[in-house]
């Protein structure tokens, strides 16, 4: 963007941009295709190619023009938002970019010959007929507003104009007559509904105040071209407003240079804020003309094209447009030279006064100088104020000035000059600081707080501290509004304290980055409100950071003894429980705890703290009788101890919960104490305790406990509640034991009836030894533990058979096996066992009641019972067994009854036949099938033709497995019987093909082959079994090959398939073969040739034999595996199948017998239209370069893959035949990279461009920059880098290949794409940076905002260009950067300007210092200007610290006085100091007026020595301003200032100082100076001292005037007394005379002393009624009635 400026010219002219450089075609600049609504937005309509599109320019962003494809007859773009208006015939439609929807849309009736935007919201649309306006709000169609005049008929419609009201309307058009382009206008009033044709070519309206008005007039200018030349008119339309004087119509001529006689006006702008006129005509001229006077300011040529658009520039209150070359020019008001220029070179200064006055601008400051001092010094005040407020920027508006009006004195009956004044700028506008202060004043003093408040409204003052400060003293509201406005934080927060606004402070503190006094604050309202403060001290602690300390505020709360407020606020305050405010948190409980011990309760209920002291609140709490609390925070035992016992005041459950907390050693402690203080009190709670946590006190330390108390009691609830899940053997016995003790019987039952973790012998004896009235708890643990025979011992020999009896009958009668056993061992008789057996229903073993009889040879006991159960019809197996045991034994006829009876056990009694008879054995073991039994019993007793017979019928695999094993030492015997015996006896399929089977299974081939050659063989009736037939094959294949071809030639009837598999298998192939050729298999024959055999000559033979298709085939298959491809392909084709060609093809390719594959595939084609055989056919044309009949093949109807082809043919480097299969699919692509292979570089871009493809443009850019072809690459590089992800491997192939400058031209070429992206900038920035350095500032200048500037950060930091590196940082935010930047390079990268904006912004405040050591190193003289820019973040203290370290302190005394008003120590004391060493007295009692906080005292004794008197006196000063009075007068009379001494010692109000100073003045003979003291220090001294000091140095003329006035005073004092006296004695009398009235009055209290003589108190005595002083004078009077002198000696001594 260039910028030029004519010398001192009175306009700034500026190019915006080249339309051309955006890639606009100037045959698409023009009034037709180009529109600009406002100085936002340019929209062009182009056509590319075919294509039509709009190019929308931002002005504000002009290297990123916006291109749509549009179709349209026009478009207009919104003037503020990108909303695009597009007329297409005459549809109308509105949409918006950004959003990229239409907003609206309507069909004109008619055609629209013109439109433009008139306002943000309505567009105007002229038809041949009418002026419509289309509002965008709702859905309101385009309304009819006028109708066009006649005028206008066959015109070109060029501009369509409103006022600001949109009251009056302007239509402007053209058209050609007599030779010369005429111009015509209609002007429309709204209000009026009336038009008014006008000639004119150019025209606007403008808000224009004429000068005493008070509203804004509305003015039409129109300028003509006519015949006899051109003309300016200025009229002001409607009716003026109330109270204005109309403007007065204006019409001037406009000059045309000679060489422009065909010249007229084209576009008119106005300028409010300069009030002027800007005309454009056709040949590029403009005029500048003033609204007021019409004068004509300034007129040149700016443009040789013509500039046919126009629109307002209000950045700059000038006017913008374009020419027919796409220069955006813009013209605008110069205010430097604007008034100068009329001034001098029109002069005309009454003119340029005006407009310096009305637009604010400078160059007549002088004029209106002279002025006011011309007119103020004629008495013409009002005039003179009118000049004062209206000079520009303020010249006159000083406090000089006020000082003037001020002094002017006032005419009675008349306004005073200063309110005149003060009245003019009020009418103009606001009033600036002194102004404001000075008018408010008198309004304060007379009330008026209206005045101040209307003012305020309407913004007429503008707000300082001062101004606040006089306002406050009447309202603090309004106060408040203005140190608000003024930014003054110590006094808003003031206010708001003082008006109650608390919850404001903080909130404006922060707004305003202040930080208050909080604590004082907190303090202040306290005293007002309670409540307030509460709020108020949580707003300071709900910050992420508290904004005081709690301590303090805490302090604040106590002081006034706010308990409750002061709670609310810590539990706000303190509720994220921080270890940092673990003493706020026991201050907390404790005050609570004195003064409200439930409040303190609550608040340790909720569990909100844990950081407080414990032990402390532990204690607290017991004093407070929280002893549950209490508890909770003691951790010492003996403490716990202490509290612990008083379970009564605990709750149960809390208290139980509580032992959870304390270790195991303490639990038992506190248990034993509980107990051991009230056992009877505590057991319950005790018991509780110990059934809760038994686990981790462990339940024998707790059963000690319990014990060694002796509370059986406890611990029978104790362990009465554990024991269900306990497996602690002692617990469930010491539980018995104490249910014992306890008597609880029941109990003992239960646990011995269901417990499993006792000891039973360990029960049973304590059982035995307690001899319980009750025996059942020692029978059922018996019963359980199987100690029967014991108990039946303890039982019979305890006379209790009974109990043996109730047991066996009701308790467990399966135990009768058990209790007869032992009632024998006892010797009880028979009977008596015999009647119990037989009494007994219950169930019981047998088997057990068996055995034991029969272990003592008692079983005949049982026969009566037995046969009595059988008779009974039992089913019990074990009866059964029984009586067969006795039958065997007795032999009566057992073999019948082991075979009749089914309900005996087959296995028991076979076991017990075993021993005694083998047979009897079998018998029962066959009968239950026992075969396990019965095989080992056999095998025993070689009963093996038994064993075969009843293993062919027993049919069990399994059972087979088990005696055909090699284990078995019997197998041959077995095996013998079996086929000798079983196997001929059985006619039964089903036994001979299970006893195969288990032959099979047990592997036993050759005993197989013999049993099955018996069978099948032998004409048995298994001889033609398929099954067998087949099992004998497949036998003989495993165990004897040999047999297998007999075999196969003797039998028929088998599986001829599955048993050749087989065959094949085991590597018989020649069974295999014969088996196929017998059955006429012959594929699968000559397959086990090929595959087996592997004889393909054999197989050849064989094939020719059969000449079988399927035959050939499956030959063809093996001889092109076997690499035969000439002969299989011969094979494939006597077949006649096509089915192989896959193999086929993949094979004669990779043997290259491509003549061959030709025919097979030719072959195959005719039998199968498959994609591959063609795909593969065509590719054999390629090989064998038979390109006609390839082309010939393509052209006709096909399934080739052309595609995979014409790849193969390019890997294959078969470029023509490739570029014929590319180029008849039209892929491009392929097509341009294979014409690149064949070095036809530009034919390769053309296939590219109709590819269009990213990588086809790479492949080709890099195969032209590999061939030297740049103009080519270029061509394609611009296609690739529009794309960001293949933007860096173009870059690197040209780095790599050194090609840098190429590069740089096609990435410059590139910028002005549509596309162009942030990649393309910040690659061309990094390349400038290595290679061409010196364009790299422009490029980032225009482009900064579209480069990643961290990338070119690191590109300009590698390349050391500092100064294009801290302009980066500086746009990229990195202020910090920036800085460092500058301080490490100031020769490239440091401007004083540009630095001082940037350290402005840094985060690091570190900088700044750094920032100050560089300037003290490199620019020492601009270190004060740095200074003064860094103050407002600076640390002053550090500052100054550091300039006193490097001695620098005189160097930055401006910057010094330029902060002294934030009253800084350190920045007072260096400045102080420097004022010193400079000898500069003055400025150093000035700056100790003004700020007070330094150490006075010790700057008081530094100037206390000082060599100059001034100093001293400085010293003096300072002693007196720290009320050390006594040095400070000290000091002044060793310098001889008298008269500081004196105004000291009145200053303090102290008399002993008074009157040593007096002394001192007579003992130095300073007489004068004695009487001046006396005059001084009048109220201090006393009479009787002066009176005697003068009397001993003989000078009573010199104390004679103060004797007088005392004695003066004296006087007055006691007359008032006697008037005093006298009123008071009256009163009395009056009192007296009147009626005794009997009253109930106070007691009145004697007060008065005794008094002396003449109505005076009695000597040495002070009026009762005033205070005592040390010297018996009362305060209020000073000197008190002396005593009578004559009571006394005078004595002067």
């Given at each position: ?5 004519a ?6 002219f ?15 600049i ?13 929209c ?22 916006i ?7 026009s ?5 503020t ?7 297409a ?15 609206k ?21 002229v ?13 309101s ?5 006028f109708d ?17 009201s949109?009251?009056?309307f ?5 058209l050609?007559?007599?030779?010369r ?15 008014q044709?006008?000639?004119?070519h150019?025209?606007c ?12 007039s ?7 071209r006519?015949?006899a ?9 409607g009716?003026?407003?109330t ?18 006689q065909?010249d ?7 300028s ?5 006129f800007?005309l ?10 003033d609204?007021?006077?019409a ?6 040529r ?8 126009t ?24 205010e ?45 005040y009002?005039e ?22 001020t ?7 008349q ?9 003019i700028?009020l ?5 600036n ?20 408040e ?46 109650g ?31 307030s403060?509460?709020?108020f ?6 910050e ?12 604040v ?5 706010l308990?409750?407020?002061?709670t ?45 002291d ?6 607290l ?6 002893l ?33 907390t ?10 034993k ?20 946590y038994?686990?981790?006190?462990t ?20 362990l ?11 617990v ?11 008597g609880?019987?029941?109990?003992v039952?239960?646990i ?21 009235s009750?025996?059942l708890?020692?029978?059922?643990v ?7 025979h ?16 109730i ?5 467990n ?9 032992g009632?024998l ?12 057996i ?23 006991l ?14 019990d197996?074990a009866?059964?067994?029984?009586l ?24 028991v ?7 005694r ?9 066959e009968r239950?099938?026992?075969?396990q ?28 497995a ?5 284990d078995?030492?019997?197998?041959r ?7 000798q015996?079983?196997l001929n ?37 298994f ?9 004998l ?12 071809m ?8 088998y ?5 050749a ?19 006429e ?39 092109l ?6 002969e299989s ?7 006649d ?15 290259n ?37 390839l082309?010939?093949f ?12 014409g790849?193969?043919c ?26 690149c ?11 590219a461009r109709?590819a ?28 690739i ?51 061409k ?8 200048e ?43 390079h ?9 630095f ?9 405040i570190?900088l ?7 300037y ?21 203290t ?7 370290k ?16 934030n ?16 000898e500069?007295?003055?400025?150093l ?14 700057l ?7 060599e100059?008197?001034e100093f ?9 301003g ?9 000091l ?7 008269k500081?001494a ?6 303090s ?5 008074a009157e040593?100073?007096?002394s ?34 003989n ?27 006298k ?71």
């Amino acid at each position: 963007m260039a910028s030029t400026t004519a010398g001192a010219l009175p306009i700034k002219f500026q190019e915006h941009m080249q339309l051309t450089n955006a890639g606009v075609n100037v045959a698409n600049i023009g009034f037709s295709t180009l529109t600009m609504e406002s100085d936002k937005f340019i929209c062009i309509r182009e056509k590319v190619g075919e294509t039509a599109q709009v190019v929308i320019i931002d002005l504000n962003d002009v290297s990123n023009p916006i291109r749509r494809p549009i179709t349209a007859d026009s478009a207009i773009m919104h003037p503020t938002s990108k909303v695009i208006a597009l007329k297409a015939s005459r549809t109308l439609q509105i949409f918006n970019i950004e959003m990229k929807s239409k907003m609206k849309a309507y069909n004109m009736t008619e055609d629209c010959l013109f439109w433009k935007w008139i306002s943000v919201n309505t567009i105007g649309i002229v038809t041949e007929t009418a002026v419509y306006h289309w509002s965008m709000e709702g859905d309101s169609n385009p309304v009819k507003v006028f109708d066009r005049h006649p005028t206008l008929q066959g015109c070109q419609i060029i501009n369509y104009r409103c006022d600001h009201s949109m009251n009056w309307f302007l239509l402007i058009g053209i058209l050609a007559q007599e030779n010369r382009v005429a111009g015509r206008m209609q002007l429309y009033s709204v209000e009026r509904k009336v038009s008014q044709p006008i000639e004119g070519h150019a025209a606007c309206f403008t808000q224009f105040k004429v000068e005493g008005n008070k509203e804004l007039s509305t003015l039409f200018s129109f300028s003509v071209r006519g015949p006899a030349g051109g003309k300016l008119h200025i009229i002001e339309v409607g009716t003026p407003q109330t109270g204005n004087q109309p403007y007065s119509k204006k019409a001037v001529d406009v000059f045309y240079p000679a060489e422009a006689q065909n010249d007229f006006p084209v576009a008119m702008q106005s300028s409010k804020k300069y009030n002027v006129f800007y005309l454009i005509t056709k040949y590029g001229y403009i005029h500048i003309y003033d609204v007021d006077t019409a004068t004509c300011l300034f007129m040149n040529r700016i443009s040789a094209d013509t500039i046919f658009v126009t629109a307002p520039h209000d950045p700059t209150s000038g006017i913008i447009g374009v020419n027919r070359k796409g220069q955006v020019l813009s013209v605008t008001i110069d205010e430097e030279n604007l008034v100068p220029y009329v001034s001098n070179t029109l002069n005309n200064q009454e003119l340029a006064y005006k407009m310096a006055s009305r637009s604010n601008l400078p160059g007549a400051d002088q004029l209106f100088v002279n002025r006011f001092n011309t007119l103020f010094q004629q008495g013409n005040y009002s005039e003179a104020a009118k000049v004062a407020a209206s000079a520009p920027r303020g010249i006159l508006r000083t406090p000089q000035a006020i000082q003037r009006f001020t002094q002017v004195p006032t005419v009675p009956g008349q306004t005073s000059p200063l309110l005149q004044y003060f009245g003019i700028l009020l009418d103009q506008g606001k009033l600036n600081k002194y102004e404001s202060i000075e008018l408010c004043k008198p309004v304060i003093q007379q009330g008026k707080k209206q005045l101040l408040e209307k003012w305020l409204k309407e913004e007429k003052l503008e707000p300082s501290e001062e101004l606040g400060d006089l306002i406050k003293t009447i309202d603090s509201t309004l106060a408040l509004s203005v140190y608000l406005r003024a930014v003054v934080p110590m006094k808003v927060i003031q206010c708001f304290v003082e008006t109650g606004q608390y919850q404001k402070i903080v909130l404006y503190a922060k707004k305003v980055n202040y930080q208050p006094d909080y604590i004082y604050l907190l303090r202040c309202i306290m005293r007002m409100s309670p409540d307030s403060g509460v709020q108020f001290a949580n707003l300071l602690v709900n910050e992420s950071e508290p904004l005081a300390d709690l301590n303090q505020i805490v302090d604040v709360f106590m002081e006034y003894n706010l308990i409750q407020q002061c709670t609310a606020f810590l539990l706000e305050a303190l509720k994220n429980n921080r270890e940092s405010e673990g003493y706020l948190q026991t201050r907390l409980l404790e005050m609570n705890l004195i003064s409200a011990p439930q409040v303190a309760d609550a608040i340790l209920g909720n569990q909100m703290f844990s950081h407080y002291d414990k032990a402390h609140i532990a204690q607290l709490c017991e004093k407070a009788g929280l002893l549950q609390r209490a508890l909770e925070h003691y951790t010492d035992l003996y403490d716990i101890k202490r509290a612990v016992v008083h379970t009564h005041l605990l709750s149960p459950e809390w208290l139980v919960q509580y032992f959870s907390t304390l270790s195991v050693q303490d639990s038992l402690e506190c248990l034993k104490a509980m107990l051991q203080a009230n056992i009877r009190q505590n057991l319950q709670v005790c018991v509780q305790i110990a059934i809760k946590y038994h686990e981790q006190l462990t339940t024998q330390a707790l059963i000690d406990i319990f014990e060694s108390f002796k509370s059986y009691e406890g611990l029978f609830y104790f362990l009465g509640s554990i024991v269900n899940y306990s497996q602690e053997s002692d617990v469930h016995f010491k539980y018995i034991q104490a249910a014992c003790k306890t008597g609880q019987i029941k109990e003992v039952e239960r646990i011995c009836r269901e417990s499993n973790c006792f000891d039973p012998e360990r029960v049973k004896n304590f059982l035995k030894e307690a001899k319980l009235s009750d025996q059942l708890p020692l029978i059922i643990v018996c019963d359980r533990f199987n100690f029967v025979h014991d108990l039946v011992l303890y039982l019979y020999r305890n006379q209790s058979v009974k109990y043996i009896e109730i047991y066996v009958q009701k308790v467990n009668p399966s135990r009768l096996p058990v209790v007869v056993g032992g009632l024998l061992d006892v010797d009880c008789s028979e009977d008596q066992i015999k009647q119990m057996i037989m009494s007994v229903r219950g169930q019981f073993s047998v088997d057990e009641l068996v055995e034991e009889v029969e272990k003592r040879n008692r079983m005949k006991l049982l026969l009566p019972w037995l046969e009595t159960r059988i008779h009974e019809g039992t089913n019990d197996p074990a009866i059964h067994n029984a009586l067969a045991k006795i039958y065997i034994d007795s032999n009566n006829n057992p073999e019948k009854f082991l075979k009749e009876n089914q309900l005996y056990d087959s296995r028991v009694v076979g076991k017990y036949c075993e021993k005694r008879d083998p047979h009897l054995a079998f018998v029962a073991y066959e009968r239950g099938q026992c075969d396990q039994e019965l095989i080992k019993v056999c095998n025993e007793n070689s009963l093996f033709k038994s064993e075969a017979r009843y293993l062919v019928r027993r049919r069990d695999p399994e059972l087979w497995a088990t005696v055909l094993s090699e284990d078995n030492q019997f197998r041959r015997q077995l095996i013998d019987q079996v086929v000798q015996t079983a196997l001929n006896e059985t006619q039964d399929p089903e036994d001979i093909s299970v006893t195969v089977k288990s032959f099979m299974s047990a592997d036993l081939r050759s005993e197989l082959i013999e049993v099955l050659e018996k069978i099948v063989l032998d004409n048995s009736v298994f001889s033609d079994h398929r099954n067998l037939q087949n099992l004998l094959i497949l036998t003989a294949i495993k165990a004897d090959r040999s047999r297998v071809m007999e075999y196969i030639n003797r039998l028929d009837n088998y599986d001829a398939p599955d048993i050749a598999n087989i065959a094949i298998s085991s590597e018989l192939y020649e069974e295999a073969f014969a088996i196929y050729k017998k059955f006429e298999v012959n594929t699968s024959a000559v397959q086990v040739l090929i595959d087996n055999v592997k004889n393909l000559d054999r197989a050849y033979e064989f094939a020719e034999r059969c000449n079988e298709p399927g035959v050939w085939n499956l030959l063809a298959g093996a001889q092109l595996k076997a690499g035969l491809v000439k002969e299989s392909i011969d094979s494939f084709i006597k077949a006649d199948d096509p089915s192989s060609y896959m193999e086929v093809v993949n094979v004669a390719s990779a043997n290259n017998n491509w003549e061959e594959l030709v025919k097979y595939l030719v072959m195959a084609r005719k039998k199968a239209r498959e994609t591959f055989i063609e795909t593969e056919l065509i590719f054999a044309y390629a090989k064998t370069n038979r390109l006609a009949e390839l082309e010939e093949f393509i052209s006709g109807p096909n399934h080739a893959q052309i595609l995979v082809v014409g790849d193969r043919c390019f890997e294959s480097k078969m470029y023509e035949a490739a570029k014929i299969l590319y180029n008849n699919i039209s892929n491009y692509a392929k097509l341009a990279i294979t014409l690149c292979h064949m070095d036809d570089f530009q034919g390769a871009v053309e296939s590219a461009r109709k590819a269009n493809s990213t990588k086809t443009w790479k492949e080709v850019c890099f195969a032209c920059v590999e061939h030297g072809e740049f103009r080519l690459a270029q061509m394609c590089g611009l296609n690739i880098v529009v794309h960001a992800d293949e933007l860096e491997d173009l870059i690197n192939h040209y780095q790599d290949r050194g090609y840098f400058e190429e590069l740089i031209q096609l990435l410059e070429a590139a910028l002005g794409l549509e596309r162009a992206h942030m990649g393309m900038f910040t690659e061309l920035a990094i390349l400038y940076s290595k290679y061409k350095p010196q364009k790299m500032r422009e490029h980032l200048e225009l482009f900064w905002s579209r480069v990643n500037i961290p990338k070119v950060l690191r590109a300009a930091e590698q390349a050391h260009l500092w100064s294009e590196l801290v302009f980066l940082y500086d746009k990229y935010e990195e202020y910090d950067n920036a800085i460092l930047s500058m301080i490490a390079h100031p020769t490239e990268a440091w401007r004083e300007n540009h630095f001082k904006d940037v350290i402005t912004k840094v985060a690091n405040i570190e900088l700044y210092y750094k920032a100050i050591q560089f300037y003290l190193d490199y620019k020492p003289m601009l270190l004060n200007d740095l200074l003064t820019v860094l103050s407002p973040r600076l640390d002053h203290t550090r500052a100054v610290a550091y300039f006193v370290k490097v001695n620098q302190l005189p160097l930055v005394k401006p910057y010094l006085r330029s902060v002294q008003n934030n009253n800084n120590k350190s920045i007072n004391e260096a400045l102080n100091n420097l004022l010193i060493e400079e000898e500069d007295f003055q400025g150093l009692r000035t700056s100790i007026d003004a700020y007070d906080n330094f150490d006075n005292i010790s700057l008081a004794q530094r100037l206390e020595k000082h060599e100059l008197i001034e100093f001293r006196r400085i010293s003096a000063y300072l002693y007196k301003g720290n009320n050390r009075w006594k040095q400070a007068i000290e000091l002044c009379k060793a310098d001889r200032l008298y008269k500081d001494a004196m105004s000291y010692a009145s200053e303090s109000k102290q008399v002993e100082l008074a009157e040593d100073l007096i002394s001192w003045f007579l003992d130095e003979k300073l007489y004068e100076c004695f009487g001046a003291c006396l005059y001084q220090c009048y109220d201090l001294l006393r009479s009787d001292v002066i009176l005697e000091l003068a009397w001993r140095h003989n000078i009573m003329d010199f104390a004679m005037p103060f004797m007088i006035q005392t004695m003066r005073e004296f006087s007055t004092r006691i007359e008032k007394l006697e008037q005093a006296e006298k009123v008071r004695s009256e009163e009395d009398k009056e009192q007296e005379q009147k009626p005794i009235v009997f009253e109930q009055q106070p007691q009145l209290m004697i007060t008065a002393a005794p008094v002396g003589g003449f109505g005076m108190p009695a000597a040495g005595m002070p009026p009762a009624s005033l205070p005592q002083t040390p010297f018996g004078q009362p305060t209020p009077f000073g000197y008190a009635p002396q005593p009578n002198p004559y009571g006394q000696q005078f004595n002067p001594y």
